[in-house]
């Protein structure tokens, strides 16, 4: 059974189902060029992440959430080589799925598929929950106004009240001056009742779910021109939001006084900045939604590279600039529980007709997302049924309407259910860890692909070897942070919880606090590993460095991160073992 877990589907099979329903080809047409998917690429990054998560990155890192941006552009741009390189040599649509099929094998194919469902339906939760937050914002500047308990979760509300009941009375007044957090408290305090339960649920998020869904089941389909118009739209709100809010900048916000009383580019330090890994990288999630597009590539071992290259180079210099400008505008502070930032900054400066343009542009830029994901989860789900590894019934076809109805409707459910029952930190949390664990996978997965002759007109990653230059870096590294930061090793392996005020005073569980030096004791202990066998076999040093810098922003994922994210690798575990390991097309060759 052991090697069974890890068959590989061979890259010459792969092909030739690509022309085929074997992974979704079905004789697409190749109409996309470089522009194309270089305009499909910032469609994808430049969605929730920029229009809601921002602000969450910019409440916990501060304004130096810069940096975060930075390296997490530097993580993506070494993982878009790694995708590009897979690519050039599996010109297919199933992205990592089909990737990891050919590099691990099975059990990791289905890993990622699994993890793939969380990023892309767990992700339209929180670009829902965003979608409400600027849609409510635009009809409070029509003077329509919706019960708060209408417009927000019962987690989020509770969470809320919890917080300001832990408070002092003048921490409580400046909690409530923040408008979002006047609104939760109001929701929980003042709702309808359904005997001892309080009627609280985000009903916008909800209907705008459904509405999706029912357009993906009866074959919405978006062209590339409209993909492309949706594209120039976001561009030009967010070029707007930059040169408008730059009139509004104060320089004081960039050096806000931290706990300690002094002024800060980090007010939280660089924990803290690491504390919003999972906000920044949820605007990256999008990225590998350019690899689904490889059959509809005119020439995908050459354009679509270019494409990632564009696409990822342009939303990492917009997503610094809005931080900038966002953190520059008002304290970092106001962003708490606030879901429409770029929209938070025009309200607070009182510039009416930017917010207005702001939230409608929103909420349009978030339904096309909505729209993309909704109809590329169901195309997940048929690509594992049809290598065996999920009932047929998610194959099922529409007689009318010729889409995968049945995944589509188990898609909208997987979004719907959960926005009664959870809220945005959590949501937004689930799917970022799922894009690392994606990412690290196929960074991997890179490495284990035998060498290839360079090929005119496509795609070749330069290889440099690693032998010495890897295991050198880990090593100046070790030394470095010995040196100038003596404290760090000591402090990882060392649980003083009496010196912890947290630990002390709000009673932080034990895993809260060390599940951080946990992650970065198990990252250092891979990247020695790695450094051993890049000296032994040469590996490229480009995928380890994709590798090594996924794995670091992991260690920036909170307990309760790992807990669920664990629970869910856990339960499709349980459904491949029980059904997908026995019923796979490689299991009956």
Avoid at 124 to 138: K, L, P, Q, R
Avoid at 351 to 372: K, N, R
Avoid at 441 to 446: A, E, I, T
Avoid at 467 to 493: D, N, T
């Amino acid at each position: 059974m052991p090697n069974s877990l890890f068959r590989t589907k061979k890259i010459e099979s792969i092909l030739k189902e690509g022309s085929d329903d074997g992974h979704g080809g079905t004789g697409l047409k190749r109409v996309l060029n470089v522009r194309d998917l270089t305009f499909f690429g910032i469609a994808a990054i430049l969605g929730a992440g920029s229009f809601s998560s921002l602000g969450e990155a910019c409440f916990k890192g501060g304004p130096g959430v810069v940096i975060l941006f930075i390296i997490c552009g530097i993580a993506c741009a070494f993982t878009a080589f790694c995708y590009s390189e897979f690519a050039s040599r599996i010109p297919v649509a199933g992205s990592a799925y089909t990737y990891a099929y050919a590099s691990f094998g099975e059990l990791f194919a289905w890993i990622i598929g699994w993890a793939l469902i969380m990023e892309y339906s767990i992700g339209n939760i929180y670009v829902a929950f965003s979608w409400s937050d600027y849609f409510t914002s635009f009809l409070h500047k029509v003077n329509i106004h919706v019960p708060d308990y209408l417009t927000c979760s019962y987690a989020e509300a509770k969470k809320t009240f919890l917080k300001y009941a832990s408070q002092t009375s003048i921490e409580q007044i400046e909690f409530v001056k923040n408008q979002a957090n006047a609104e939760l408290l109001n929701a929980w305090n003042n709702p309808p009742m359904l005997g001892s339960l309080k009627v609280i649920f985000d009903l916008p998020a909800l209907i705008i779910n459904l509405l999706i869904t029912t357009l993906v089941y009866i074959g919405i389909k978006e062209s590339k021109n409209f993909s492309n118009a949706m594209v120039i739209l976001k561009l030009a709100v967010v070029a707007l939001v930059i040169i408008v809010g730059a009139y509004y900048i104060d320089p004081a916000n960039w050096l806000p006084v931290n706990d300690a009383g002094t002024k800060s580019f980090m007010p939280n330090g660089f924990g803290g900045v690491m504390a919003a890994v999972s906000s920044v990288f949820f605007a990256y999630i999008g990225f590998d939604a350019v690899s689904v597009l490889a059959e509809e590539s005119k020439n995908p071992q050459r354009d679509l590279p270019k494409g990632m290259t564009w696409s990822l180079v342009i939303c990492t210099v917009i997503y610094i600039l809005l931080a900038l400008v966002l953190t520059g505008v008002i304290n970092y502070k106001q962003f708490e529980n606030v879901g429409d930032p770029l929209a938070k900054i025009f309200e607070v400066k009182n510039v009416g007709w930017m917010q207005l343009l702001v939230s409608v542009c929103a909420v349009i830029a978030m339904t096309s997302v909505l729209l993309v994901f909704q109809m590329g989860q169901p195309r997940i789900w048929m690509s594992m049924s049809r290598d065996g590894l999920l009932p047929s019934v998610f194959q099922t076809i529409h007689k009318k309407f010729k889409t995968p109805s049945f995944s589509t409707i188990v898609t909208g459910l997987v979004v719907g259910i959960p926005i009664l029952f959870t809220d945005k930190s959590f949501v937004l949390d689930f799917t970022s860890i799922a894009t690392l664990f994606a990412f690290v996978l196929v960074c991997g997965g890179v490495l284990l692909l035998p060498r290839k002759e360079k090929v005119a007109g496509r795609f070749n990653m330069p290889y440099i070897n690693a032998q010495f230059i890897f295991p050198l870096l880990v090593l100046v590294s070790l030394i470095v942070l010995i040196r100038w930061a003596p404290g760090y090793f000591a402090e990882m392996f060392n649980y003083d919880f009496s010196a912890n005020a947290d630990f002390v005073e709000n009673k932080v569980s034990f895993m809260d606090l060390a599940t951080p030096k946990i992650s970065l004791i198990v990252f250092w202990l891979s990247a020695i590993v790695l450094a051993l066998l890049a000296f032994v076999k040469k590996y490229s040093l480009i995928p380890l460095m994709g590798v090594i810098s996924c794995l670091y922003l992991l260690t920036g994922m909170t307990k309760s991160n790992w807990a669920w994210f664990l629970g869910w690798l856990a339960l499709g575990l349980v459904i491949y073992i029980f059904y997908g390991y026995r019923k796979s097309k490689l299991a009956n060759a």
